[in-house]
């Protein structure tokens, strides 16, 4: 077992530490949680906990990896009910097993549901959640690839996704993101909400445009820098894109410029802001951050914690 800090990131227990299993196949920080996409998640738990402005008692993610992101709920927004979807039936195994270890909340024990399931297939009709939180992959499967192989579908999504008719949102690799949004909408409550983690390397225009299309308003609740891990995969994946669609990504050079990764603003933030923030950040696309990392370099790109609440009333 890793023993990981979370009492900068959690609500103050007794124990400081989260103790979690991996396989091969599952996904999650390491060694710390600092860096890791759940750094800035766990900054949107707390402003979203804080604001009061959305209630959460029953907590959806799909795509849980290790667990930790529903660890990190139970600690943090204290929700009744959590359900954690995977789609690799033994990441959903191991992160059952992870949460069971590591929800330690004082009575009422929240209910927790952890289930194999493709996007949200496995929630029974008539569920309502308050919050659905996703950070799914964003790659389209360009190459042969076993799905089932290592932590790839992680990287990768190899299922058709709905066909989207904005190109730009395909172009750019939202599609899952947008598949989630437009699937959730059958899983809210009224007063429910979807937490997208997306990598910011696309222009803000067309994350606008994904929210909008997809039928939500939306609130930028944290803006992140991290470092790109797993290079060499995800690197490869949009520079395929980049040539395939014709289309330019965002990513920093991070031994090029004097940027600290981590949180960066706290919302709700303006995508004014954001774009003052980052407008003399040496932006570089995916084909320059590829041969920079082949040279030794670091890179980053851009995090965004975004909520989302649907623009039509739900039933
Ligand atoms: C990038 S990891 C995210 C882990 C964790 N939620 C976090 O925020 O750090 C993506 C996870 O989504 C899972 N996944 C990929 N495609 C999926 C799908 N269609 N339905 C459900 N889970 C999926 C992968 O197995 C992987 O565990």
């Not at 929800?103 to 309502?128: C, N, W, Y």
């Not at 947008?178 to 994350?207: A, E, K, M, W, Y």
Request: overall charge negative.
């Amino acid at each position: 077992m890793t023993k990981l800090m979370v009492w900068p990131y959690f609500r103050r227990g007794p124990y400081p530490y989260v103790e979690l299993d991996y396989n091969q196949h599952s996904y999650g920080p390491r060694r710390e949680i600092r860096g890791d996409w759940l750094e800035f998640s766990f900054a949107a738990f707390r402003l979203i906990r804080e604001t009061g402005r959305c209630p959460v008692n029953a907590f959806v993610t799909v795509g849980t990896g290790v667990g930790l992101d529903a660890i990190g709920a139970a600690h943090i927004l204290r929700p009744q009910h959590i359900v954690a979807l995977d789609i690799h039936e033994q990441v959903a195994e191991l992160a059952h097993r992870n949460i069971e270890h590591n929800v330690r909340i004082p009575e009422p024990h929240p209910v927790v549901d952890v289930l194999q399931s493709d996007m949200l297939t496995a929630l029974s009709p008539g569920f309502k959640a308050d919050l659905i939180y996703e950070n799914l992959p964003n790659i389209p499967a360009y190459k042969p690839l076993d799905y089932r192989q290592d932590i790839l579908s992680a990287t990768y999504f190899a299922r058709a996704v709905e066909t989207v008719v904005d190109a730009p949102i395909a172009q750019y690799l939202l599609s899952s993101h947008h598949d989630i949004l437009r699937q959730s909408l059958n899983f809210l409550s009224p007063t429910g909400h979807v937490l997208c983690s997306i990598g910011g390397r696309v222009p803000v225009s067309v994350l606008d445009h994904l929210f909008e299309s997809a039928g939500y308003r939306h609130q930028v609740l944290v803006v992140g820098l991290k470092e790109q891990t797993e290079a060499e995969e995800v690197l490869s994946g949009y520079r395929w894109a980049e040539a395939e669609h014709g289309v330019v990504f965002r990513f920093v050079d991070l031994d090029g410029a004097d940027i600290v990764p981590g949180v960066q603003l706290l919302g709700p933030v303006s995508w004014l802001q954001v774009e003052e923030l980052t407008a003399v950040w040496p932006w570089i696309s995916a084909h320059e951050a590829w041969s920079r990392w082949r040279q030794g370099h670091r890179v980053g790109h851009l995090v965004f914690a975004i909520l989302a609440h649907p623009q039509a009333p739900v039933c």
